[in-house]
C-alpha cells in the first residue's frame, strides 16, 4: 500500500519526468483502441449480417461433420427426423427460444423473357421474422417482409432483382445506424411482377410453380445477392415435391447454453442411431465468407496491436529510462535509508501503473471525442462483401477500454521496472555522487 | 551543410540509448507499415490477375450503354452488333498498339444437363485463342499459380470438332460427372445411347458419370428454346466461392450458337500488367465517342463491373489507411516526445550556440536534420527487418483464406518498391517536422533564459 502511495506521490511529484510517458501510453491507448473499436464495429456488421438478418440464430442442425460440405440434396432431414427434432426442443424448452425450418432451393427463374440461376431457402415465415429480432424484422429494401404477404411471394436478392428489371421508385439509403432498415413499404416495379421458378425434383423431373415478386431485399452479401430467392418453406417443398427440409436454425434463450444445447442434441442423436448434429453456424460452409473475413480482421488487428504496442513500449521505456537516470540520486537516498532493492523497483513499477492509468484516462478522453467526431461525419464506404455501403464508424466498447488499460499498464510498469532495475544495483555512493 | 550533418551526427551519439529506444520506434514502425503493404499488395495482385484475365473482365470493357446492368435482363436489346464490335475491336487496336489481347464474350444463363438432371449455370463463352493466352499469362501463373493448380483437364481452345465445356468442380459434382474428355482418342464410351433410360437406377447414374457428354439448353436472345451438346473438357474454378456452384465456360461461336445471335455481350481490353485503368478508359471512350459509337467504357477497377475486386479491395485499403494514419501519428508523437527531451535538455546547448553567432533557423535547422537523420538512419534498418521476415514468411508456405476467395492462396508478402520509397519519405518528413515543432519554441526563448536553464 505504501508503495502504491510513494508511486502516486512520486508520479505527481515528477510530472515533467513522467509527462513524457503519460503521453506515450495516451498515445498507444488512442491508436489501439480506435483501431480495434473500428474492427469490432465491422465485425458487429458481418455477425448482425448472419446471425440476425440471414436468421442463422446460434445453432444449426444438419446431417453433416460440424457443417463440412455435404451434397444438400443427398442430406435432406425426412419426416422421422424432423420428429426427433421436434421432440427434443420439447424436452428442451429450458433451452430454446425459438427454431426455423430451412429448405435450400436452386434453380432456374423466368420472367418470360428473361432467364436467371436462383440460390436461396424456403423458410417458416413467422418464425424466422422471429429470428431476425430485434434489427431486421423488416428486411425488405421495397415492399412488406414476406412474413406480410402471402405463401405465394418471393423476396429478390438485389443483383437478381436488377436482372429481372425490378426498380425501387425512390432511391435513399435505407441502412439505419443500428443496423437494419427502416421500416417502409417503398413501392418497386419489375418488368413482369410473376416470375416461374423451375427446379429438378429430387426424382429427376423437372418441376415449375408461378410465383409473384413481393419484396426486394436478400442477405445484404455481395455475391450471394446475385441469385438469392427467399420463399416460404411449404411452397419451396411443393415445388421439389418433397416433405424434407434441409436444415435447422435455432435461437437459443441464451447464447451461453451453446454447449449444453449442443451436447445434448448430439448425444440424443446418437442414442437414437440418427445422423444429425448441432453445431455452431460459423462451422457451416454457408457461412465460409463469414469466418474468412473474420480471419482476416484477427490477422490485421494482431498485426496492428504487435506494432502499435510495441512502438508506444519503446516510448514508454525511453521516458521512464530518462526518468529514472534524473532521479539516481533520491534512488541513493532511499537506498542509504534502508528501502531494499526489490521495494525500490515495486516503487518504480508502480509508478509506470500509475502513469499507465493517467495515460489511458487521457487517451480515452482522446479516443472517445474523435470517435464521437468521425462517427458524425458518416463517411460512407463498402466494407467487403456487404453490397449495402456502410457509415465508417468506431465502436465505443467498454471491454476494448479496460483491456487497452490492463495491457498498458502492465506494459509501463514493466518497462519501469527493467528502467529501474539496473539503477537500484549500483552502489550507493555511486547513486548519490550522480549528476 | 557537412559541418551540420556532422554536428547532427554527434548530436545523435550523445544520447545514444535513448535515440535507440526511438529510433527502434520508427524501425518497427517502418517494418510493419512495409510487411502490411507487401500482404495488401500480395492480395491486390490475386485479385487483379483472378478478375482480369480469368474471370474475363479486361482492363477495360466495352458494353452498350447500361449493358453492365441490363444485358442479361434484355440480352438482345443491350448486344454489341457485329459491326460495332468490329469498329470497337479497331479503335482498340489503333489506340492500344500495345495490348496484350482483344476478346469478345457472351454471358448468359443456361441448364447444363447429364440426362437425367439438370442444374443452372451462368455461362460464358469467350474466343478459343484468347482463352489461351489469357490462361498462359505470366500474371496469371504469377499470382493467380493456386487457381491453375485447381484446374483438370485441358483448355477449351484444344478442341475442333466436339464443343468444349470446361465447369467448375462442383458444377461436376451436382452434376454427377467425374469424366473429363481427354486429347487422345478415348476408348470406346461405357454409356451408349441404346442403353435403356433408367434415373431410378444408381448403375445407370455410375454410366452417366463415366461420360463427358452435357446437354446445354437455354432460351435464345429471339426467347425460344435450344440446345447444344458438348462435352466436358476440364474441370475449373472461377476463383470466386460463390460462383463455384454455377459457373461454365464455352467458346464463343458456341454459346453465340446456343442463343441464336452474333452478338456480344462486351469486349474486353487486355492492357499491359502496369497500365493505369482510368486514364486509358478516358482515351478510349473519347476514341468510340467521335466515331459516332453509343457504347460505355469501364474498366476493371469499377464496383460495376468488378465487384470483388472493388468492394474487397476497398475495405482492406480503408483498414491499412486507418492503420497508416495511426502508426504514423504514433511515431510523430514519439518522436516529438523524444525530441522535446532532447531539446530541453539542451537548452544551455542551444544557448551557448545563439551567443556564439548561430541564427535562430540555424538552430531549428539543426534540430530538424537530427531528425531526418535519425528517421535515414532507420530506412535501411526497418527495410532490412521487413525484407528478413517476409523472406521467412514466405518460404514459410503459409496458406491463407482469402474471404470469397474459392481456394487457399499462400502468403507471399511483397515489399513493394514505391510503398518503401512513400512510407520512407512520409516517416523522415515525419521526423523532421518533429524536430523542427520541438525546437522551434526553445530556440525562440531568450539568449539569457536559456544559458541559465537547468538540465531538466
Redesign the interface.
Known sequence: MSSLKMGIRNTLSNW??SL?AI??VA??F??LT??NG??SV?QDMYEDNYRQRSMFGDVMIEKSEDGKEI?FEESRINQAEQNFIANFFDENKDLLDEYVRFLII???A?NG???????GFGYDFEKGRKLREPTWVWNSKAGKPLDQQTSDTVMLGQDIS????CVVEKKERLLTKVGGYTPLDRPFKC?RDKLQLSV?TE??Q?NAMNVKVGALGGVGL???D??YLMMSLDRAQQLFDTQDISHMRVRLKDAKMFDTFVQRFNRAAREKNIELRAFDWRDHVIA??Y???M??FL??RN??T???L???G??V???M??SVN?RRREIGTLRSLGFKQNRITRIFSTEGVVIGVIGSILGSIFCIISSLVLNKLEFI??????SDPVP?VIGLVPNLYLLSLVILCAIAATTAFFASYRAVKSSIPTLLTSV | MSTRLALAFKNLGRNRRRNMATASAIILGYAGLLLLSGFVTRIEKFFRATSIYLNHVGTLSVFKPDGVEKHLLKPKKYSLTPEEQGKTREIMQNLFPENEGIGTSLQGFSLIGNGCKTWPVRITGTEKDLEKRLVNHWSVNQFSAELLRARRGSGIWEFKNITPILVTHKVARNLGKSKIKSLKEDAPPQFSTSDTYDCSDQRFHLRLADDSNVQLAARTFQNDFSAVDAEIVGFYSSGLELLEESAALVPLDALQKLYETDGATKISLFLPWNTPPEPAARRLSEALRNANLDLEVHHYKEFSVNPFYAGFMNLIYVMSSFFLTLAICVVTLTVSDTMTMSVLERSREIGTLRALGFRQNQIIRMFSEEGTLLGLLCLPVGLLIAWLTSLAVNSAEVLFEVPGISTQIKVVLEINAMHSVLLGALLVGVTMLSGWITSVRTANKALVKLLQSHVS
Do not use: C, P, Q
Open positions: 515533467r519526468h513524457g503521453l506515450s498515445i498507444g488512442s491508436a480506435l483501431f473500428y474492427i465491422v451434397d436452386s434453380g432456374l423466368n423473357k428473361t432467364s436467371s440461376i436462383f440460390w436488377d436482372t429481372f428489371g418488368e429438378t426424382s429427376g423437372i455481395r455475391g450471394i446475385s441469385w465460409r465468407v469466418k474468412r473475413t480471419g482476416l490477422m490485421f498485426l496492428v504487435a506494432v502499435i510495441t512502438i508506444s519503446m516510448s521505456l525511453n521516458a529510462v530518462k534524473e464506404y463498402f466494407a467487403g462483401f456487404l465508417f
